[in-house]
């Protein structure tokens, strides 16, 4: 089974409207983080925002926050009053507690916005 | 602050030639180090990743190697490569504690195995 699945192949937004990219994982540890990524054309991995499974409160940084229902195991990407520079793909990726080292990455989701 | 530079950006070599590609990091010390490997249109696979100088740990069997003769350097090797090689290899670093530490990534090398 995939540990993290993104179901969203592809997302369109208007510029400066919302959108929420889809995460669900899968993990029988009870710490664990999780982590969304930007990976625009140019191919570079960029650091979003991160989860950890004991936090409280969901995750924010700038335009970005992150849903995260623990039950639900899902931990979905919200962008805010989308650019036209956040046309990319987005990957949501998790740290098991067993290991500090590895991450498991989704397949992406690619986001388009729209002018 | 710390940066992490990979090279090259882009290459292409003949099935069978040998690989090199150098990942350094600058403005920290004693990092964690990784290689990424990225399909076209897919995630990120992790190939290495070293918590310490000469000590590498492999998630994938492959014809690939990994080498860290400094603190702050990284080598991704092969002997021989195959056309399966071709794709996309990212470098990444982290602080070693807590949990909670990113990943960052170099730009990547896109090869190409003809």
């Known amino acids: 089974a995939q540990k993290i699945t993104q179901t969203q192949p592809g997302m369109f937004v208007q510029e400066k409207e919302a959108v929420t990219l889809d995460c669900t994982y899968d993990?029988?540890?009870?710490?664990?983080?999780l982590f969304w990524y930007k990976q625009p054309s140019s191919g570079e991995m960029i650091f979003l925002i991160y989860?950890?499974?004991?936090?409280?409160q969901n995750a924010t940084e700038g335009r970005y926050s992150l849903n995260f229902q623990k039950a639900r195991k899902s931990a979905n990407l919200v962008i805010s009053a989308s650019q036209l520079g956040d046309s990319a793909m987005y990957f949501c990726?998790?740290?098991?507690?067993?290991?500090?080292?590895?991450?498991?990455f989704g397949k992406g989701t690619l986001l388009t916005v729209n002018p | 602050s710390q940066t992490i530079h990979q090279w090259p950006a882009t290459l292409v070599q003949p099935v069978g030639s040998p690989l090199s590609l150098e990942c350094t990091v600058e403005?920290?010390?004693?990092?964690?180090l990784y290689w990424y490997r990225q399909a076209a249109g897919r995630g990120l696979q992790l190939l290495f990743y070293?918590?310490?100088?000469?000590?590498i740990s492999s998630e994938v069997p492959q014809n690939l190697s990994a080498s860290r003769p400094q603190d702050r350097q990284f080598i991704l090797s092969s002997k021989k490569l195959l056309l399966s090689d071709s794709g996309f290899y990212l470098c990444?670093?982290?602080?070693?504690?807590?949990?909670?530490?990113?990943?960052?990534f170099g730009d990547g090398t896109r090869l190409s195995i003809l």
């Open positions: 403005g920290t010390s004693n990092p964690n």
């Open positions: 990444a670093w982290s602080r070693g504690q807590p949990g909670n530490q990113p990943q960052h």
């Open positions: 993990t029988s540890d009870q710490s664990y983080g």
């Open positions: 990726a998790m740290r098991e507690g067993g290991s500090n080292y590895k991450l498991t």
């Open positions: 070293s918590v310490g100088i000469g000590q």
């Open positions: 989860q950890g499974s004991y936090d409280e």
